[in-house]
T-cell receptor
Framework: NAGVTQTPKFQVLKTGQSMTLQCAQD?????MSWYRQDPGMGLRLIHY???????DQGEVPNGYNVSRSTTEDFPLRLLSAAPSQTSVYFC?????????FGSGTRLTVV | GENVEQHPSTLSVQEGDSAVIKCTYS??????FPWYKQELGKGPQLIID?????GEKKDQRIAVTLNKTAKHFSLHITETQPEDSAVYFC???????????FGAGTRLTVKP
């Protein structure tokens, strides 16, 4: 099925650990983005990419890195996890018809 | 950057009644205003959108209105059903969906 695939669905990290959240899309969209969702705060943009090799920061980029080596993949890296990064993370890809979101990764940092 | 405010944060209606959710935005350059529905454990899904060259758009029981002068837009759901219960998000962006900013969400509950 066409869409956005995120892995893993759930993850528990210890403070200071690093990890990569994976995101892949098969719709050949140029634009991809990462959001975090926290209660009462909606979706906040972390990083986005307008095409392979091009990334930029969103509202809340600190503590996260991204890269875009292919059109299909847009991984999000947490370099040194902190409890403040406990959240649900959504990857999205889009074209002029709108955004398609993945099903999310629920991350807990203890 | 763009700032989107959404009200109310929770909304409870009786089945068959109408529901209205309102959003305001700050950047007059924004020209694309989508609405998303998020069910429990899932990612947001686009339900309707409007661009700044139109004032209203309808799709069966849902409609969106846009007032560019006042910088606000609204979602209207008529004849609500229990399956409409979800969290709804408004959003705004400029130029082909780049750097989209979301409202904080409205939890809609439709009581049977």
């Amino acid at each position: 099925n066409a869409g956005v695939t995120q892995t893993p669905k759930f993850q528990v990290l210890k403070t200071g650990q690093s990890m990569t959240l994976q995101c892949a899309q098969d719709m050949n969209h140029e634009y991809m983005s990462w959001y975090r969702q926290d209660p009462g705060m909606g979706l906040r943009l972390i990083h986005y990419s307008v095409g392979a090799g091009i990334t930029d920061q969103g509202e809340v980029p600190n503590g996260y890195n991204v890269s875009r080596s292919t059109t299909e993949d847009f991984p999000l890296r947490l370099l040194s996890a902190a409890p403040s990064q406990t959240s649900v993370y959504f990857c999205a890809s889009s074209d002029t018809r709108g955004y398609t979101f993945g099903s999310g990764t629920r991350l807990t940092v203890v | 950057g763009e700032n989107v405010e959404q009200h109310p944060s929770t909304l409870s209606v009786q089945e068959g009644d109408s529901a209205v959710i309102k959003c305001t935005y700050s950047d007059s350059a924004s020209n694309y205003f989508p609405w998303y529905k998020q069910e429990l454990g899932k990612g947001p899904q686009l339900i309707i959108d409007i661009r700044s060259n139109v004032g209203e758009k309808k799709d069966q029981r849902i409609a969106v209105t846009l007032n560019k002068t006042a910088k606000h837009f609204s979602l209207h759901i008529t004849e609500t059903q229990p399956e409409d219960s979800a969290v709804y998000f408004c959003a705004a962006s400029f130029m082909d969906n780049n750097d989209m900013r979301f409202g904080a969400g409205t939890r809609l509950t439709v009581k049977p």
